[in-house]
């Protein structure tokens, strides 16, 4: 992923969005209604089509300051200039100020991306793979239900990362802080800890229902 210019710092429309982490390569798919952000999208429909989407915390009541830069890659015109859009997570950014609040917020943001890594990740990622088709396995045997994994996960380490941290629903602020990390190590091995725990439980389940049949 690469941002749509060679500049490091850009003004960028701002989309909150409550408990919502977009990642870099990863779809998200939007209603627009309010109207504020239906101008944002006749807007930017006539730019480069790039928002960033922030996550809204609505304990905290403020907006998480790293994001990451969304792409409109389709979109349908509704009645009462509503708008239906799919948009594709790219860059990520940092917000570094405020430069506008209305009718939307902008922000001066600057890209941020993870460390070369010090060593081979390839072992690491694969380990979290296996341990999302356990999860997955387990499940489906948990609540008999054919429950199957798309055919084609990323493989490589960083692009995995981001796949399996979209993935982990209900949990927005450990998304928001797997964005935020810029090691891919760190982002692999606390998702082990996560579908490790996560496979221990279900297995434990499973091994109950067993002995219950």
Known sequence: MTPSSSIAVRELPLFPLPEVV????????????????RIMMNTILGSDRRFGVLMWDPVEGKS?????????????RLPDDRMKVLTL????????????EKPYRVGLVEWI???????????????VEQLLRDVVC????????????????????????YW???????????????LQMQD???????????LTSTRNHLAARTALKDALD
């Open 184 to 194: 891919t190590a760190t982002r692999l091995e606390r998702e082990m800890e996560i």
């Open 64 to 76: 998480a300051m790293v994001g990451c830069c969304a792409e409109i890659v389709q979109f349908q």
């Open 113 to 127: 991306e993870d460390h070369p890594p010090e060593k081979d990740l390839h072992d690491l990622a694969a380990n």
């Open 89 to 100: 997570g790219q860059q990520r950014f940092r917000v570094l100020d405020y430069v506008r």
């Open 164 to 178: 399996v941290a979209s993935n982990l629903y209900g949990v927005a602020s450990e998304q928001q802080s797997m």
């Open 138 to 161: 387990l499940s489906a045997k948990l609540t008999s239900q054919d429950i199957t994994l798309p055919d084609h996960i990323p493989t490589l380490p960083t692009e995995l990362s």
């Open 22 to 37: 977009l990642f870099p390569g990863r779809p998200l798919p939007l209603h627009i209604f309010e109207f504020r952000y």
